[in-house]
């Protein structure tokens, strides 16, 4: 069985990927925070930006065969015979439930099959593309992957603490929240500005930016 908590198509908006459209499936559930803003607070991830609780959002519910959802992403591409039909899986945590079963039921229908992931739980076979998003006070156990994706700043994870994780890509995405600020107003123009300056002084970095969020299509 599958929670998912939406499916839809659009373009990847950050990453090495960015501009590509994806069918995105986003998982219920993630291991870093329950998603209750009244828990917020004593979760391991504290910025989280997306609703992931339930399954009530277009297209979401439960599935109870890999079959059935894998059916129901195809249906959200436009053609799949046109172009390289690609689905991101997404959360949440989406690691809790992709699996096996699921990535070969994609790979059938013709998807490239991503995972945007925390990187705390391990990778399934046959994965086409992974990205890692990791979280300070988590613990890390994937350490390949196509691009790692690190909201920044982080008071307890600094970008050198990840580079031991084997990508092709290291990106820096500015965070919107204003964790690491004395006040909300600007914290994404503050952090864009520290990330921007980061990768100038470490070009290992490269700044990525929710183009998705500035296009307001998501
Ligand atoms: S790990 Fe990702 S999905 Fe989970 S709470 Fe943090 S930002 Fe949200």
Not at 55 to 76: C, H, Y
Not at 132 to 151: D, Q
Not at 196 to 204: D, E, F, G, I, K
């Amino acid at each position: 069985m599958y929670k998912v908590k939406e499916a839809f198509y659009s373009l990847q908006g950050e990453g090495a990927q960015t501009g590509r459209p994806a069918v995105f499936c986003r998982f219920s559930k993630c291991n870093l925070w329950n998603g209750r803003e009244q828990d917020r607070a004593r979760a391991v991830c504290k910025f989280c930006d997306t609703d992931f609780v339930g399954q009530d959002g277009q297209n979401g519910g439960i599935f109870e065969t890999a079959k059935q959802l894998a059916d129901q992403l195809v249906g959200l591409w436009p053609d799949m015979t046109e172009g390289k039909p690609y689905v991101i899986c997404t959360g949440g945590e989406p690691l809790l439930q992709l699996d096996d079963k699921l990535i070969e039921q994609m790979h059938l229908a013709g998807f490239e099959v991503a995972v945007e992931t925390n990187g705390t739980l391990p990778l399934p076979e046959g994965l086409d593309w992974v990205c890692v998003s990791p979280k300070g006070g988590s613990k890390l156990v994937v350490r390949a992957c196509n691009e790692v994706k690190l909201v920044y700043p982080q008071p307890d994870l600094l970008p050198e603490q990840v580079l031991g994780i084997d990508a092709d890509y290291y990106f820096l995405s500015p965070m919107a929240s204003p964790i690491c600020l004395s006040s909300e107003d600007g914290a994404k123009k503050v952090n864009t500005e520290r990330a921007l300056a980061y990768c100038l002084a470490n070009p290992t970095w490269r700044l990525t930016l929710q183009t998705h969020k500035i296009l307001e299509i998501d």
